[in-house]
């Protein structure tokens, strides 16, 4: 890919919207995966009461949008801002108290687990019916847009994040004394331009430098997460 390719996908622009300020992409082809759109404003014509308690509007009791929703609510019921980065707001904005819980926990994916994404880990990699694998680097792209995969000298391989079609953990038995069984891979599904069905992709926890999985670990459970959010942008 060249530089200035590579600059006309990571351009941004700043706009206002009713909703506040919000940094996206100077392309709208090129925005994240993992994005939402601002929902429409419920009328403020069709909402005389607040959509959570029932409190009519008046000249002391005003109404308020919640920027994620888009539903009418009074003060009360939608006093919280909270960062909404999946909708690229620069600052926290007025949300209901439904949506404010689900923002912040999706704050923990972009202030956490993106940045695992991110950074990478080792997994053997097999591509299809291969019956060899390859040891590769898997990380996220700066745009959230690819999955690359980085072997030996220049082979280098990606797969577009918003073609993934399915995502299933491979894991094995459950620990001693109970609890959750430990991720030990992943298989990706996605589709692949001109070719007809879905390609497969399945990747294997590998030993880092330091002759830990930890990492490979802490990453597939980040694109498990990644992948819910994925699922939900395009249910939107």
């Given at each position: 890919?060249?530089?200035?390719?590579?600059?006309?996908?990571?351009?941004?622009?700043?706009?206002?919207?009713?909703?506040g300020?919000?940094?996206?992409?100077?392309?709208?082809?090129y925005?994240?995966?993992?994005?939402?759109?601002e929902?429409?404003?419920?009328?403020?014509?069709?909402?005389?009461?607040?959509?959570?308690?029932?409190?009519?509007?008046?000249?002391?009791?005003?109404?308020?949008?919640?920027?994620?929703?888009?539903?009418?609510?009074?003060?009360?019921?939608c006093?919280?801002?909270?960062?909404?980065?999946?909708?690229?707001?620069?600052?926290p904005?007025?949300?209901?108290?439904?949506?404010?819980?689900?923002?912040?926990?999706?704050?923990?994916?972009?202030?956490?687990?993106?940045?695992?994404?991110?950074?990478?880990?080792?997994?053997?990699?097999?591509?299809?019916?291969?019956?060899?694998?390859?040891?590769?680097?898997?990380?996220?792209?700066?745009?959230?847009?690819?999955?690359?995969?980085?072997?030996?000298?220049?082979?280098?391989?990606?797969?577009?994040?918003?073609?993934?079609?399915?995502?299933?953990?491979?894991?094995?038995?459950?620990?001693?004394?109970?609890?959750?069984?430990?991720?030990?891979?992943?298989?990706?599904?996605?589709?692949?331009?001109?070719?007809?069905?879905?390609?497969?992709?399945?990747?294997?926890?590998?030993?880092?430098?330091?002759?830990?999985?930890?990492?490979?670990t802490?990453?597939?459970?980040?694109?498990?997460?990644?992948?819910?959010?994925?699922?939900?942008?395009?249910?939107?």
């Open positions: 890919m060249s530089s200035e390719v590579a600059a006309r996908r990571d351009a941004k622009k700043l706009v206002r919207s009713p909703s300020l919000r940094m996206v992409p100077e392309h709208r082809a925005g994240s995966p993992f994005g939402l759109e929902p429409p404003w419920v009328p403020d014509k069709e909402c005389p009461r607040c959509m959570q308690c029932d409190t009519k509007f008046d000249f002391l009791t005003r109404k308020h949008h919640c920027r994620r929703c888009g539903k009418c609510f009074c003060d009360k019921c006093g919280q801002k909270v960062a909404l980065r999946r909708m690229c707001f620069v600052d904005v007025r949300q209901c108290a439904g949506c404010a819980p689900v923002s912040r926990r999706e704050a923990d994916f972009y202030d956490r687990q993106l940045k695992l994404l991110l950074s990478g880990a080792t997994f053997l990699v097999t591509f299809g019916n291969s019956e060899k694998p390859d040891t590769r680097v898997c990380r996220l792209s700066s745009n959230q847009r690819f999955l690359l995969l980085d072997g030996d000298g220049d082979d280098h391989r990606e797969v577009e994040v918003a073609r993934i079609a399915a995502v299933q953990m491979l894991t094995e038995g459950l620990p001693p004394g109970g609890g959750n069984a430990r991720a030990t891979g992943m298989t990706l599904q996605y589709t692949t331009p001109g070719a007809e069905g879905l390609t497969q992709l399945t990747l294997t926890a590998s030993e880092d430098a330091d002759g830990s999985r930890r990492q490979a802490a990453w597939l459970a980040a694109m498990h997460k990644a992948a819910k959010l994925l699922h939900e942008s395009r249910d939107q």
